[in-house]
């Protein structure tokens, strides 16, 4: 069993236990008065993009101030994208070992959120920052291992299935890093490509008009190209 399998678990008994949900009363009612944590995790799971972000904020609120059952109630939340992660950085070891270690990223940024510079958006900053964190993370190993395992890994990750959208989230990742994009345009990508959020959605949110926003959209991905 995967630390993912051990969340799991552990979700099914506290999601369904009305104390819990008590607990949490300001984020129940952002999410449309849920009276379960399951409940408040089908609301998020169905809801648009800014209702969800609403619940999210008042999770990461709750974490950064000490919280720590809201910051589980987030980070099972945010497991699909964890999930995500732990098959993209191979590097990390084996498949219990990379789970263990995007868990423990995200989690950190989870109790680490920079409310001030941040107030939305709550879920790609995060898994975007825990990103960052396993990126280095692998790095730092990659420099300890021989060529030749290198080379092993790498084919054995390239035979994993993959889809369009995880390939495009990590070459977003990428390419902020290595300041081909901004982080901005990034988000923006990754909302209207992965998220399915419309333009007009984004301008409304940006308060902008949604030709400035699509000219935007339209640079960032002219220079993801260019840069190959």
């Known amino acids: 069993m995967t630390v993912f399998d051990l969340l799991d ?11 819990t949900a008590r607990r949490l009363r300001d984020v129940c009612r952002c999410a449309d008065d849920a009276r379960t944590l399951a409940d408040v995790e089908a609301y998020v799971r169905g809801a648009g993009p800014e209702a969800a972000d609403r619940v999210l904020l008042a999770l990461v609120t709750r974490a950064v101030a000490g919280d720590e059952l809201a910051a589980r109630v987030l980070l099972q939340l945010l497991l699909p994208g964890t999930r995500n992660l732990a098959r993209r950085w191979w590097a990390l070891g084996d498949p219990d070992e990379r789970a263990a270690a995007a868990v ?9 959120y920079p409310l001030e510079r941040r107030p939305g958006k709550v879920a790609a900053n995060v898994l975007m920052d825990a990103a960052r964190e396993l990126r280095r993370a692998a790095a730092r190993i990659d420099r300890c291992v021989p060529h030749d395992d290198r ?17 495009l989230a990590g070459a977003l990742l990428d390419a902020v890093d290595d300041g081909t994009i901004t982080r901005a345009d990034a988000e ?11 333009i ?12 400035t926003l699509w000219a935007r959209r339209q640079r960032a991905e002219r220079a993801l190209a260019q840069a190959g």
């Open 200 to 211: 007009a959605t984004l301008a409304a949110d940006h308060g902008m008009s949604s030709r």
């Open 104 to 112: 423990t990223a995200v989690y950190h940024r989870i109790r680490h």
């Open 9 to 19: 678990g552990e979700w099914r008994k506290l999601s369904h236990e009305p104390t």
């Open 188 to 198: 923006l990508i990754a909302r209207s490509r992965i998220d399915g959020t419309r």
């Open 151 to 167: 080379r092993a890994a790498a084919d054995a990750a390239d035979n994993q299935p993959t889809d369009a959208a995880e390939e």
